[in-house]
């Protein structure tokens, strides 16, 4: 890890979020999608997010840090992280991985076939 990426590390845990190794989340994912429900949660929980805020949940759930948020959307880091705290309070979830999950059930990211 580079010491830059440690610092976001320790910067990410700082703030209470929860930090996995995209490795970690594609597990977890893996194994999430094996007992998926076959009827995805209720688009109308996307109701509440502003136009930016569905893409930044997508970009989250496939694993992307807010800086590669930010350069994918041409936006500030400091934009990320608000539309990223936004989407976690509008949804109702209280981490990124619970956001990850949600964009799931919500249809916005699909899995991809393990290598």
């Known amino acids: 890890m580079?010491?830059?990426?440690l610092a976001d590390a320790v910067r990410?845990?700082?703030s209470g979020e929860a930090l996995l190794a995209p490795s970690v989340t594609r597990r977890l994912l893996d194994?999430?999608?094996a007992v998926q429900p076959s009827e995805p949660a209720?688009?109308?929980?996307l109701a509440d997010l502003?136009?930016?805020e569905p893409a930044v949940l997508t970009l989250v759930a496939k694993a992307a840090s807010n800086?590669?948020?930010a350069g994918h959307l041409d936006l500030s880091e400091a934009t990320v992280k608000a539309h990223v705290s936004a989407v976690l309070r509008k949804l109702g979830v209280r981490d990124r991985v619970q956001a990850v999950?949600?964009?799931y059930d919500l249809g916005l990211v699909h899995p991809r076939p393990s290598a």
């Open 42 to 45: 209720r688009p109308e929980r």
């Open 12 to 14: 990410v845990v700082a």
């Open 67 to 69: 800086a590669e948020i």
């Open 101 to 103: 999950v949600m964009a």
């Open 50 to 52: 502003t136009a930016r």
């Open 2 to 5: 580079r010491p830059a990426e």
């Open 31 to 33: 194994r999430f999608v």
